[in-house]
C-alpha cells in the first residue's frame, strides 16, 4: 500500500532551517549585564532593609508601649522575610561559558522569565509582609490618640503609604513588561 503524502506537510519539511541570527557572545554579554543590573538591585535592597531593620530595632528597643513593641517588631519580621525572599527567589544566575548558542540562549530566557516572575509577583513577597505593621501602627494611633482630630495626620500617612505601595506596584508591573519585551526578542531569534 503507497502513503499518500501531504502536500502541505512536505512544503513544511523541505523548508529550510534558519539558525539562531544571535551569537554565543552577544547572548553572554547580555546575561552579564542583566546579571550586574540584578546583582545590584539586589544589593540595594539588601542595604535599604538594613537601614530600615535598624531603624526599626531602634524604636523597638526605645518605645515602652505593647503596640508600638509589636508594630516594629512586625516591621523586622517583614524586612528580614522580604530579604531571605529576594535572595531566594530574586538572586542573579551567571550563564555558564562553554555552552553552544542554542542553550546559552534558553538558560538566558530562563533568568528572564525567572526575573519576570519576581517583579510581577511583588505584592505577595515584598508588599504584603509590610501590611500588619502599618495595621498594628495605625490601631495603636488610633487607641493612643482618641481624639478625631488626630486621626487627621493618621489618615493622611495611610494614604502616603498606600500611595507608595500602588507606585512600587506599578515600577515592578513596567519592569515585568521590560522583561517580557526581552523574552519576546530572544523568542523571536530562535
Same mark, same amino acid.
Given at each position: 500500500?503507497?502513503?499518500?503524502?501531504?502536500?502541505?506537510?512536505?512544503?513544511?519539511?523541505?523548508?529550510?532551517?534558519?539558525?539562531?541570527?544571535?551569537?554565543?557572545?552577544?547572548?553572554?554579554?547580555?546575561?552579564?549585564?542583566?546579571?550586574?543590573?540584578?546583582?545590584? =538591585?539586589? !544589593?540595594?535592597?539588601? +542595604?535599604? &532593609?538594613?537601614?530600615?531593620?535598624? @531603624?526599626?530595632?531602634? %524604636?523597638? #528597643?526605645?518605645?515602652?508601649?505593647?503596640?508600638?513593641?509589636?508594630?516594629?517588631?512586625?516591621?523586622?519580621?517583614?524586612?528580614?522575610?522580604?530579604?531571605?525572599?529576594?535572595?531566594?527567589?530574586?538572586?542573579?544566575?551567571?550563564?555558564?561559558?562553554?555552552?553552544?548558542?542554542?542553550?546559552?540562549?534558553?538558560?538566558?530566557?530562563?533568568?528572564?522569565?525567572?526575573? =519576570?516572575? !519576581?517583579?510581577?509577583? +511583588?505584592? &505577595?513577597?515584598?508588599?504584603?509582609? @509590610?501590611?500588619?505593621? %502599618?495595621? #498594628?501602627?495605625?490601631?495603636?494611633?488610633?487607641?493612643?490618640?482618641?481624639?478625631?482630630?488626630?486621626?487627621?495626620?493618621?489618615?493622611?500617612?495611610?494614604?502616603?503609604?498606600?500611595?507608595?505601595?500602588?507606585?512600587?506596584?506599578?515600577?515592578?508591573?513596567?519592569?515585568?513588561?521590560?522583561?517580557?519585551?526581552?523574552?519576546?526578542?530572544?523568542?523571536?531569534?530562535?
Amino acid at each position: 500500500m503507497m502513503e499518500v503524502e501531504n502536500p502541505v506537510q512536505k512544503i513544511w519539511q523541505d523548508q529550510r532551517v534558519e539558525g539562531i541570527k544571535m551569537s554565543a557572545e552577544i547572548i553572554h554579554k547580555r546575561a552579564a549585564k542583566f546579571e550586574r543590573r540584578i546583582m545590584w =538591585r539586589n !544589593v540595594r535592597e539588601y +542595604v535599604a &532593609s538594613l537601614i530600615a531593620t535598624a @531603624l526599626f530595632g531602634y %524604636f523597638f #528597643v526605645t518605645v515602652h508601649d505593647v503596640l508600638s513593641r509589636v508594630t516594629f517588631g512586625l516591621f523586622i519580621g517583614a524586612m528580614l522575610w522580604i530579604v531571605v525572599q529576594l535572595h531566594r527567589k530574586g538572586s542573579a544566575t551567571s550563564l555558564p561559558r562553554g555552552v553552544d548558542t542554542l542553550t546559552s540562549l534558553r538558560l538566558y530566557r530562563g533568568e528572564l522569565e525567572r526575573q =519576570r516572575a !519576581v517583579v510581577r509577583n +511583588v505584592w &505577595s513577597w515584598y508588599l504584603a509582609p @509590610l501590611v500588619p505593621g %502599618f495595621v #498594628v501602627y495605625t490601631i495603636g494611633y488610633a487607641i493612643k490618640f482618641q481624639r478625631p482630630a488626630a486621626w487627621a495626620g493618621l489618615v493622611l500617612m495611610d494614604a502616603i503609604v498606600a500611595g507608595m505601595f500602588f507606585v512600587i506596584w506599578k515600577m515592578n508591573m513596567r519592569a515585568a513588561r521590560c522583561l517580557q519585551r526581552m523574552i519576546d526578542e530572544l523568542n523571536a531569534v530562535e
